[in-house]
């Protein structure tokens, strides 16, 4: 399983940026698409998620600027990120968690796209 991720990039404060996580291989059942960031210096936060259902869960920081949705038939997950702020400056990673065909659970990172937010 890999996911790679589109969208980063340079963006000025008040601006929108839309972040695409694509996932191919088998995954059985996805339970959880998610995508976190990692600033400079600082922890890995979790940014915004979607779990099945479509039940969506946003850090405090984000709430009412981001949008996280997901499209199942391109096994694709996006933020939508408006209002841009200097301090979402950071690498954003995709995450998946869900059941293989074997019955185990797995836990997937992409590699991380960089998102700078200029004031």
């Known amino acids: 399983v890999q996911l790679q991720a589109f969208g980063g990039g340079v963006e000025q404060a008040r601006g929108s940026l839309r972040l695409s996580c694509v996932v191919s291989?088998?995954?059985?059942?996805?339970?959880?698409m998610g995508w976190y960031r990692q600033a400079p210096g600082k922890q890995r936060e979790l940014v915004a998620s979607?779990?099945?259902?479509?039940?969506?869960n946003y850090a405090d920081s984000v709430k009412g600027r981001f949008t996280i949705s997901r499209d199942n038939a391109k096994n694709t997950v996006y933020l939508q990120m408006s209002s841009l702020k200097p301090e979402d400056t950071a690498v954003y990673y995709c995450?998946?968690?869900?059941?293989?065909?074997?019955?185990?659970?797995?836990?997937?990172w992409g590699r991380g796209t960089v998102v700078t937010v200029s004031s």
């Open positions: 979607i779990a099945k259902g479509d039940r969506t």
């Open positions: 995450n998946v968690k869900g059941i293989t065909a074997s019955s185990m659970w797995s836990d997937y």
């Open positions: 291989g088998s995954i059985a059942s996805i339970n959880f």
